[in-house]
């Protein structure tokens, strides 16, 4: 009886403290990751980053004389849980804003509800460049489009790795990889390169050894494999290419961005190449990375395990950033405020929007895998972009 | 690679992943022909003894005692859910059952998420399970032959047993009917217990072959190899042995030779299509392909 | 030797026993007659312990069976032939036979058993490695009946045995039926060919919707007019 009692009691002060904090003292974020499922790896990251900023900006006194509250949901990498948590931010939290997702199917589950409530969505991490199009108004990128990554991609592989001909792996479950795909192709032919086999897989395959047969059987060999894959798949793929004896350059976009692929695929991973936000290393990084590894490990007691993080991050001073502008957090002045923002500072390189297009001009950080390291090969912008 | 020689390569694909899916397949296709249950819990073994081996080998332990700790570890946990989750329902409707077999998923899975977290971690394997053997310009990679040769060998102990020791026939025996076999005075519990620990085991064993093939391990890991163990079953008719080890031989190469031959285009509804074969299968052959007439029942 | 007392057994919700009384004394052939559904199944069913009493004893030399394992049961010497033959199709004639002597602690005169059973019914040596739902349905019988005696039961419980045989077969049958009880074996046999139990019986119980009805000794059974009428007329109704 007296646990009962207590236990009750404890319940009580819990809703007592969280309706005091709704009372408007505090201004309100909403926040949607994937902490379970196949998105966990990059969205785990994200949502790390993103308190990070938000535990900065309120020591720092908040915004607007406010403090921020990130209000989150896990999404389970399931579009049923994340529309019923994105109404439930609009409709019970009442967020002026909302961000989260490192994929354009989970982020086309969320964006159109925040949408229909006239409150902008930005995506950390979804970089398909046909997303804004899709929730027109309201929907932000807060990293570059697929097509970007791609090209940067085609370029280097063309002009350093000196590539002249791919065998091309996509994902056909995911608009991102199919996406992504398509556009190296279409830069990559463009620039004088040849795909000699497209071959295709679902997203959580586990067993690869009839692609790897077939492309095997090519004569000659390709100078390079492209596999356009997301993040859980992507440590096998690699392994089990390794394993059947294929050695060449493995290339891919920011999907490859996560530990495991080292963890995984192990030398495997050597002559991997990806695509990603910015390269997350101590002593390689820029200033301000330098600056977000320091405070991410004290935090989390672990380096941010992928750009990833970092997007998350930028995200939220992003926004901040915009609500500081237009001095009030009123959701149709963040969003016109947002439009405008330029020369950002960010982790993963500086925010502008130009005039009408939701997508920010951004650098990509061409990451290569040698000696069991990763380091950064190059930052290059594309000298020319496939339309979305 | 010659065209022969190309699809050597893929037949042999097949038979890889296939032994995986029959060895699977034996364990869920017992447990249903003896209490006409479908145990979807059957993957989390998968899960139970892959986690333990990779918990071994982080504390160094060497790679071979780990595997088989996992696999002692999937036989117990077997045997526990026989105890604790079955056999308090057994004789209950096959949809309480059913059901119960996915509350027991859902506590696996979850316990495995709160103590291990949900996201993926490398599996690391020994460099003996991930190098290629050539035989001529055949080139097969040393897992495939290990999962093949295991399979060859479980198969075959397991044939001695279910023909030869008195709690093998017995198996069979409740398999067919469990109230003539309770007549005869067959110990029950026993023979359950027998097949939940036979399936266990093998799912201990495939355990480790998955997570080295795939290279990593997630607290959901079991889902994909339970619903193609069940594909295969019931492919192959749902409740013999021999029925499961076919079908998950026919749906092995289903896959491989559907991905290998099929257009990419087309390759992405390879899933699709092995359902589809299934349907027509089964409109045909309702039992599956050895499956017979649906015995009577009390 | 075995004596059920009030016994009441239910199906869910429905009672399909309501008070059986009956006793079968040793080495003799007792008779349950009753049309379809009467409850013979269940009784025998409720003997051997697949079906728990709500309430009534069931006493076998005195001891009472009703809180007993179908097992223990069966390791006294009480076993069932079952309704259907319920032989296991797909293990072989031998391995059936193996699975009747199952409980047998004594595995050493198991050879003996085997050469007993086959000595009665020579036609499953000639099949002893063929699959038991390969065997006709005569032969199924005679296999069921032999897996029943691998374990040399004191108490036999013969369900329906003729049922769906031909009458060359059902003969085959009943003249081993009566071996056994000449051999000492105390028999529980039940039937719907009333006319053959009652030759054979030393006593017989009629049943009709779970409840004794008649009884009395084979003789006087067959000339009662009320069993003439009810079960002695004309084809047996599973026969339609
Ligand atoms: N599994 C069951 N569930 C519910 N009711 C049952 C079940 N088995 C039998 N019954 C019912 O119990 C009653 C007695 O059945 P039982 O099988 O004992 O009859 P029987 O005398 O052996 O008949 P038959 O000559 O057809 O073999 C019948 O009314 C039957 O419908
Ligand atoms: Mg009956």
Redesign the interface.
């Known amino acids: 009886m007296k646990k009962t009692v207590l236990f009750l009691s404890a319940i009580l002060v819990i809703f007592l403290i969280s309706c005091g904090s709704s009372g408007g003292k505090t201004i309100k974020l909403g926040m949607l990751y994937n902490?379970?499922?196949s998105q966990?790896?990059l969205d785990?990251p994200s949502a790390n980053g993103a308190k990070l900023a938000a535990k900065e900006i309120n020591a720092a006194g908040g915004v607007l004389g406010k403090q921020l509250e990130l209000v989150s949901y896990d999404g389970k990498s399931d579009a049923e849980t994340i529309g019923k948590a994105a109404a439930q931010l609009v409709e019970k939290d009442k967020v002026v804003a909302m961000f989260g997702f490192s994929d354009s199917d989970m982020v086309m589950a969320a964006a159109p509800i925040a949408a229909k409530a006239k409150i902008v969505f930005i995506t950390s991490g979804a970089t398909s460049p046909k997303l804004p199009s899709q929730v027109p108004d309201y929907l932000f990128l807060s990293c570059f489009g697929d097509n970007v990554q791609a090209a940067a991609a085609a370029e280097y592989s063309w002009n350093t790795l000196q590539a002249k001909s791919a065998y091309l792996l996509i994902d056909?479950?995911m608009e991102y990889t199919l996406l992504l795909g398509k556009y190296f192709k279409e830069r990559f032919t463009e620039l004088g390169g040849s795909v000699v086999?497209?071959?295709?897989?679902?997203t959580?395959d586990?067993?690869f050894?009839?692609?790897i047969?077939?492309l095997?059987?090519l004569?000659p060999a390709p100078d390079m494999l492209f596999i356009s894959s997301g993040p859980?798949d992507i440590?096998?793929i690699v392994?089990?290419v390794?394993?059947?004896?294929i050695t060449g350059p493995i290339f891919g976009g920011d999907g490859y961005d996560t530990p495991?692929l080292m963890?995984?695929?192990?030398k495997g991973a050597n002559n991997v190449y990806y695509t990603t936000h910015s390269l997350m290393d101590k002593t390689a990084g820029s200033p301000e990375v330098q600056k977000f590894i320091a405070a991410y490990e004290a935090e989390y007691k672990t380096p941010p395990e992928n750009a990833f993080a970092g997007l998350g991050y930028d995200t939220v001073y992003l926004l901040v950033d915009a609500m500081k502008r237009a001095n009030s957090a009123d959701p149709k002045k963040i969003r016109e405020a947002l439009q405008t923002t330029k020369d950002l500072p960010g982790v993963t390189g500086s925010i502008t929007f130009a005039p009408g297009s939701p997508i920010p001009q951004k650098g990509v950080a061409i990451i290569e895998i040698q000696d069991d390291a990763m380091k950064l090969a190059a930052q290059v912008v594309p000298e020319k972009v496939p339309a979305p | 690679?010659s065209a022969g020689e190309?699809l050597l390569?893929?037949i042999l694909?097949a038979v890889?992943?296939g032994s995986l899916y029959a060895l699977m397949a034996i364990g869920l296709s017992m447990v249903f022909g003896i209490l006409r249950l479908i145990n979807f819990a059957h993957g989390d073994l998968i899960m139970v003894g892959s986690y333990t081996t990779l918990l071994l080998l982080l504390g160094g332990t060497p790679f071979v005692w780990a595997s088989l700790a996992g696999i002692a570890a999937s036989t117990v946990a077997g045997l526990l859910m026989e105890r604790f989750a079955y056999r308090p329902i057994r004789g209950a409707p096959d949809v309480a059952m059913l059901l119960t077999s996915f509350a027991v998923t859902i506590f696996l899975e979850n316990l495995a998420?709160i103590l291990f977290k949900?996201?993926?971690?490398?599996?690391?394997v020994p460099a003996l399970l991930?190098?290629?053997v050539s035989f001529g310009n055949l080139?097969i990679?040393s897992?495939?032959i290990i999962s093949i040769l295991f399979t060859i060998i479980l198969l075959f102990l397991l044939t001695l047993f279910v023909t030869n020791t008195e709690t093998g026939i017995s198996m069979r025996a409740a398999s067919q009917d469990l109230v003539a076999a309770r007549l005869m005075g067959i110990n029950v519990n026993r023979v359950i217990a027998a097949a939940f620990a036979i399936g266990s085991f093998m799912a201990g064993v495939v355990g480790i072959l998955?997570s080295a093939?795939?290279?990593?391990v997630d607290p959901?890991m079991g889902f994909?190899p339970v619903l193609k163990a069940f594909v295969a079953s019931v492919i192959g008719g749902l409740g013999s042995i021999p029925s499961a080890v076919l079908g998950g031989y026919i749906l092995g190469a289903l896959?491989?030779?559907l991905?290998?031959l099929l257009p990419?285009?087309i390759?992405?509804f390879?899933?699709a299509l092995v359902f589809l074969i299934l349907i027509l299968l089964l409109l045909f052959r309702p039992n599956g392909i050895l499956g017979s007439a649906e015995k009577e029942k009390i | 030797m075995l004596q059920l007392l009030q016994v009441h057994t239910k199906y869910g919700q429905v009672e399909a026993l309501s008070g059986i009384s009956l006793e079968v004394r040793g080495s003799s052939l007792v008779a349950l007659l009753g049309a379809n559904g009467a409850g013979k199944t269940t009784t025998l069913m409720s003997i051997s312990g697949i079906l728990k009493p709500s309430s009534g004893k069931i006493l076998f030399q005195n001891k009472d069976l009703t809180q007993l394992d179908t097992r223990k049961i069966v390791d006294l010497g009480i076993i069932q032939c079952p309704e259907g033959r319920r032989i296991f199709g797909n293990l072989s004639v031998k391995e059936n036979l193996r699975m009747g002597a199952i409980r047998r602690k004594d595995k050493r005169h198991l050879d003996q058993a085997f050469a007993r059973v086959f000595e009665i019914f020579p036609l499953l040596k000639d099949r002893i490695s063929q699959a038991g739902a390969t065997l006709s349905g005569g032969e199924q019988q005679m296999l069921a009946m032999g897996r029943a005696l691998m374990a040399e039961p004191q108490l036999l419980l013969l369900d329906e045995p003729s049922l769906g045989l031909a009458p060359i077969i059902v003969d085959t049958i009943f003249e081993v039926i009566q071996r056994l009880k000449r051999e000492g074996v105390t028999i529980l046999l039940v039937e719907q060919n009333a006319h053959l139990a009652l030759e054979i019986a030393d006593y017989a119980y009629v049943l009709e919707k779970g409840r004794i009805v008649l009884e009395g000794s084979g003789a006087s059974l067959r000339s009662n007019p009320d069993v003439e009428r009810s079960y002695l007329s004309e084809v047996p109704e599973e026969n339609l």
């Open positions: 902490m379970t499922g966990a790896s785990g056909k479950g086999l497209e071959d295709t897989y679902q959580g586990k067993d050894s009839a692609q047969t077939k095997k059987a004569k859980d440590g096998t392994k089990q390794r394993d059947a004896g495991l963890q995984i695929a192990g | 690679m190309y390569q893929q694909n890889s992943i998420i949900a996201t993926s971690r490398a599996f690391p991930n190098t290629v080139q990679a897992l495939n998955w093939k795939v290279g990593k959901l994909s896959e491989i030779l991905q290998g990419a285009n390759a992405p390879r899933d």
